[in-house]
């Protein structure tokens, strides 16, 4: 093997450019929510028309969020989002937080007023992470702390409509309309597998409960989302599954889903993405202390759910991938390891002609140079493989082939 052909392993050529944010690419994550407008926004989540979800056990009077009468609860789901503009293009979301199935919840549960506007997938660099933690107390300021998605980033324009509630927890929008919190509880811990045992939180067999406002919401993704059940659901207590091991029995509610599937939208503008990449292989590396990934040749940063927390989102990033990690749980990452797609900054203008190697979802070229970083590894072969095997993991062997072939044939 050549040095250079090693050198290649170190430093693929990529093509760069900006996120993929157009209409056309918001309105195809928009069309994954199980919405009930018709493609148009709404006046006000009030006056948005919905859908009746009929649930025949596990209400009473008191704990319906909708009518009920002779044992049966009718409450209407409601969910719009729509994408306009261009240059920034923008994504809206209005939502009650009810969703399209009945869960299983022991106390009152209402609806809520979700409203807000914000520039779709924005251009972040992984150069200027958002959240740069150097020491363990700075990130447990951040990941372990329930407030800490209280603010947006400049850079997604976030807007809250009239009439929306408070969002200052929220951390996005399932596509079944249901909030996604902030990953902490009250207790700024880990709501599933918190340091202490007794703070540990109970959710229903779709990763559901409500909140001390009585909205139902996720910490975690929930595969009823995806696949929605019909009729009564159980407990998580009452699902050996769930109730033996939360985070994989979440994992497995994808286990038709082993593929790029969009869960929802952050309150950022970024998509939310379930536990697999393209390839198909699940996502156990490559995310930074956001649980965000930057998982293309192109630049667009996204969250993916994890068996580990913060499980979706534990902050807006980008952040960075400190060798230090969360106490506010007993099931952190092994690792934040970076698997990135994004070039150098350089004050250099250049035209380049360049060469193509294309698959159906990304394209590669030798116009521009970046690094695909492994946390702890030099120059060794053992490095290198490494590498080559991340870049494996997510784009599958198909690509790389061709990406080695087409270095071949230039050199």
Excluded at 27 to 32: E, L, P, R, T, W
Aim: glycine share 8%.
């Amino acid at each position: 093997m050549t040095s250079a052909f090693l050198l290649f392993l170190l430093y693929i050529p990529v093509i760069y450019g900006t996120a993929s944010n157009s209409l056309s690419d918001c309105n195809a994550v928009a069309a994954k929510f199980d919405t009930t407008c018709g493609g148009i926004a709404a006046s006000s989540v009030t006056a948005m028309t919905g859908v009746n979800v009929t649930c025949s056990s596990g209400f009473t009077s008191t704990t319906c969020p909708g009518t009920y009468s002779g044992s049966v609860c009718v409450f209407s789901h409601k969910l719009c989002v729509t994408c306009s503009g261009s240059s920034p293009v923008t994504i809206r979301v209005q939502s009650n937080g009810l969703p399209r199935y009945c869960p299983n919840v022991p106390v009152t549960l209402v609806g809520t007023t979700i409203d807000f506007t914000v520039n779709f997938n924005p251009d972040v660099n992984i150069n200027s992470p958002v959240h740069n933690p150097s020491s363990a107390s700075a990130l447990y300021g951040i990941v372990c702390n329930i407030s800490s998605q209280m603010t947006v980033p400049s850079v997604s324009n976030f807007v809250l409509n009239s009439g929306s509630a408070s969002v200052s927890t929220l951390a996005g929008v399932s596509i079944d309309g249901v909030s996604i919190e902030n990953v902490n509880s009250a207790n700024n811990v880990d709501p599933f597998y918190p340091p202490d045992v007794t703070l540990t939180e109970r959710v229903d067999a779709c990763l559901g409960h409500p909140n001390f406002q009585s909205v139902y919401h996720y910490h975690m993704a929930s595969g009823c989302a995806v696949n929605r059940p019909s009729g009564s659901i159980s407990s998580c207590t009452g699902t050996t599954a769930c109730n033996t091991n939360v985070s994989n029995y979440g994992i497995s509610l994808f286990n038709n889903n082993r593929n790029l599937t969009v869960i929802g939208v952050a309150k950022d503008g970024h998509v939310i993405y379930g536990p697999y990449y393209s390839s198909g292989s699940e996502v156990t590396t490559g995310f930074d202390i956001c649980n965000g990934v930057f998982y293309d040749t192109i630049g667009n940063y996204a969250y993916f759910a994890t068996r580990t927390f913060p499980y979706i989102t534990g902050c807006f990033g980008p952040g960075n991938y400190p060798n230090f990690f969360p106490n506010c749980t007993t099931n952190s990452p092994s690792a934040y390891a970076q698997l990135t797609f994004s070039t150098a900054t350089t004050t250099t203008t250049t035209t380049t002609t360049t060469k193509t190697t294309t698959s159906a979802t990304t394209a590669i070229t030798s116009a521009t140079t970046i690094t695909v970083a492994a946390k702890n590894s030099g120059g060794s072969l053992f490095a290198i493989w490494a590498r080559l095997s991340q870049l494996l993991h997510v784009f599958g062997s198909t690509l790389i082939m061709q990406v080695i072939a087409t270095q071949l044939l230039e050199h």
